[in-house]
């Protein structure tokens, strides 16, 4: 039986078995403190409903702003969450072992990452239609700035990733990590909000969401090595 | 002799001594020179009147500002792959005359954008991906002050400064594209009149300007990064400004 | 500057015990041998051939076990205790598991999380994890802290049993542990 079992795999540490051991581990975790994933949410649905009480309820208004708060709010709640992403892990020493693991560290990263937005930005998408419709979006504009959150968020969870591992341990760390990654979140917050808004105005969204892929394959190359490098400074 | 042994802070101290004050005298001269071209010679825009004379500073200033993070991040590459000290140090130096370059700027154009456009602050997509180009400055420095431990720091800034310099022509092409969209929300520059090839020279002299300051005050300041560093170093305590400051 | 001018090597079958005073750099120099910290000098060879941090060889055939337990507060012992076996990089049984925690005295504690266990009973999870993970090279530091008799008992049990099967093992630590004379090399810092 476990004879079988060894030979099911090919290579003993091949970066798949890293992928799904991270991935696994931070979804119990996650499940098991299910508590602190609803506040994050509720804070996504706070901010978004704070917009209108603070302009006003004026339906072109609300329409024309809508996608753009939508998106807002996504980027500050990747915020909140990014903190915790590494920190648990680094105070008690998790992230030693994950650095010393035979596995390829990228892969384990991308594996933390994969579960932070399965957590975090998944949920966030879901609820965006529904949100939505406090603002007045007609389907057309709810399903572009959902499929244009979907492709989104995640890049804020790897780009967000790097800004954490540099920041583990550091005075300050949430708000310095705001400074490191929002002007960095710049360019997935104008294609994510322009999707919708070329909707709205007639155009087709295509151009925007091309875009926003392209930059989910660039951060998905490149953010795991650079959090993963971050994160060897970190314990040097 | 090669030129490898620079590469160790003990040994460019002196360099960077050296060099620093004949850069920063040719950046005076160019200064004097490009202002006096600038300001004395240049003609009078049929356009804008005298408030075009501002670009002398704000172009110059806006290459730097952008050619200054490339450098930072070339240092960068040189400091993680090599894990030389003296790049990092270099690095280091860089940030704060890059974000001084960034904001005068910005300042420089917020003051020409009054007369010109009527208004100090378009959201334009220079100006817009210039003040985002400030925030990834003040990042890197901020980034460096949080660390405690310098090694550290260096590397951590490092790996900052490489993925800023990814994103910077992402964000800039962004920032145009998003403009392009918002058409009607600012003023495009590309149109502007052909420019004489006196007021040309003039930003040209300005730039070398820009270009030797920035080289001296990073000599200067990477030799003040060098003592602070290098403090516990025996060729520090041997260094003769040193011992007369003892005595 | 910690340390300068250290050599030494560490053959098949031997435990290295470094030991010293608070401060003088035994957990910086475990760190440096598992690669996690860059030495500002020196070389460290592994197999005969000169090794750089987070090299992958060094990676599959050492185990650290450091100051942090790396366990989660969450997670049963039993779910620790596999989350961080497979992690590096061996896939144990139910009944490896069960064994494992049963020899660490932890045969009761198995379904509880760890946050309820106390200090010296979450070191006994990190011991069932070295009983799971026959490395050629562990690197221990301070493995006997909060243990108590039994627990030291265990742990001399397991370092024997590794150099037994030709393994290596360097330890830093202010305890004496009671392994075999003949197996090991004493190196005092400070």
Redesign the interface.
Known sequence: MSATATTATESPYGAFGALRWAVARDLKLALRSRAELGVQLLFYVIVVTLFPLASSPEKTLLATMGPGVLWVAALLASLLSLPRLFASDFADGTLEQIALSPYPMPALVFGKILAHWLTTGLPIVVLAPLLGLQYGLDVPALTVVTLSLLIGTPILSLLGA??AS??LG???GGS?LA??I???Y??VL??GA?AA??VRAGLSASANLS?LGA?LLLAFV?APF?TA??IR??L? | MSLYRYSSPAAFYPLAGMMAPWFAGAALLCTVAGLWIGFGIAPTDFQQGEAYRIIFIHVPSAWMSMFVYLVMGFWSVLA?SF?TRLSAMMAQALAPTGAIMTFVALWTGALWGRPTWGTYWAWDARMTSEL?LL??Y??VM??RS??DDP??AD??CA??T???S??IP??Y???Q??NT?HQGASVSLTAAPKMASIMLLGMLVMSFAAWFYAIAVVLWRVQAIILERERGAAWVAELPKLRSAVA | MLFAGLGFSVAAGKALVITGPNGTGKTTLLRILAGLT?PAGGTIRWRGEAVVPYAAGLREETLYAGHFAALKDELTAEENLRSLVSLSGAEPSDADLRAALAAAALAEKRLLPARVLSQGQRRRIGLARLALLARPLWLLDEPATALDTTGLGLLAELIARQLDSGGAVIAATHQPLDLPTDAVDRLVMG
């Open positions: 790097i800004g540099l920041t550091v005075r300050g310095l400074l490191l929002l002007p960095l710049v360019p104008i294609f322009g808004d070329a875009l930059g490149g650079a490098a971050g400074i970190a040097d | 993680l894990n985002i925030f990834l003040f990042g901020a980034l949080a660390i090694r550290r590397r951590a790996v900052l490489i993925v800023g990814v994103n992402i964000i092409f962004s920032v594209w998003w969209l | 860059l």
